[in-house]
């Protein structure tokens, strides 16, 4: 099965359209044997992330870099990354007790980032949160893909194999976070990899890197000294959705229990 699947990529590698850095490891990446990419070992790796609402500004540089390095379609709906912002109304001084549901708004994933909407010294607050795929330990994604086509790299990144994907929609369907969508051009689904062409070459993100405030770092766990250790000792972290159980590797600091 493993020489069929060789061959098939030799034979039809040439009809794939690459952007950016991925031409350099994604023969490897393909081929389900990321830990031959020169000068990475698979093995001494486990990738996390991690996302400070307080930070997050919501300039949207995160969404037009992702999509610039990962040849993303521009238009509306098809996002790897993306940006919401929260918006919560003061108390009612009649029912001061009552549950503020936000009101959440997203214009095209906050790609162009978000126009002035809401007046300051109102009582009310407003934040961002930026969302991707949560990269899940037990991800419910890999467990309905009738053809194995979604599945998890042994250094912790979900992925997919497009040359596999019958786009039948379940992993689509089954994301609890909305983190997947069919692309047209292939009709196969996509999502984020966590740059993972850039990652297995010592580079960060395309959305870290373009992050002016820091709200976004890429964590190896399996480095003793990587910051994302201090992190997670001395901050309070969170995960959307954690009666789920889906073992998220996308964690959050500063999230309002509004947010889902």
Known sequence: MEMDRRDFLEKTGKYIVLFGAATKAWD?????????????????????????????IGCGNCVRACKEENG?????????????????????????????LPIVDSPNGGYDGFPERYRDGDGSKSFFVPKMCNHCTDSPCTQVCPVGATFDSPDGVVLVDKTYCLGCRYCVQACPYGCRYIDPRTQTVDKCTLCYHRITKGLTTACCEACPTGA???????????????????QKVQVLKPHLATGAKLVYRGLDGAVR
């Open 28 to 56: 490897f990446i393909l081929a389900g044997t990321p830990e031959a990419t020169p000068d990475y070992d698979v093995t001494r790796h486990w990738w996390a992330f991690y996302i400070d609402i307080e930070k997050c």
């Open 216 to 234: 976004r770092l890429l964590g190896d766990l399996k480095n003793p000294k990587d910051p994302m250790h201090e992190l997670l000792r001395t």
């Open 72 to 100: 993303v379609l521009r238009e509306p709906f098809y996002f790897r990354t993306w940006v919401e912002r929260y918006h919560i109304m003061p108390p009612d001084p009649a029912d001061p007790k009552a549950e503020r």
